[in-house]
């Protein structure tokens, strides 16, 4: 059998036994704890869903110990700075305007061989 609660405004899916890492809460460690915000209770194949939860249903669970989760690294890229960038040489364009061939092809020019003194 198993439940989904809702507290903190996450919602976590629980079943007898299990061990949950939840948000603290102020209650001393050692105490029971119940939960009564039951949104779902599932056992094999039925489900009863709540609208939005289910009546009379709660999950009663006793604080282990309190502690802190794992460290969150917030990094904070700095914003992009405006940089002067020097002038640099514009490229060379060339603009031509199309103009009609003749239909003759020119063929490329060939490198001479060099003569070698034979």
Request: aromatic share 2%; hydrophobic share 40%.
């Amino acid at each position: 059998m198993y439940a989904v609660v809702r507290t903190g405004g996450k919602q976590y899916r629980v079943s007898a036994g299990e061990k949950l890492k939840i948000e603290k809460l102020a209650a001393a460690v050692g105490s029971e704890l119940v939960l009564d915000e039951v949104l779902l209770v599932g056992d094999g194949e039925a489900l009863k869903v709540g609208t939005p939860v289910v009546k009379g249903a709660s999950v009663k669970a006793k604080i282990l110990a309190h502690g802190l989760g794992e460290k969150v690294m917030n990094l904070q890229a700095a914003p992009a700075q405006e940089l002067e960038k020097a002038p640099r040489p514009s490229a060379g364009l060339h603009r031509d305007r199309g103009h009609r061939h003749s239909g003759r092809v020119r063929p490329l020019a060939r490198k001479r061989k060099a003569n070698h003194g034979t």
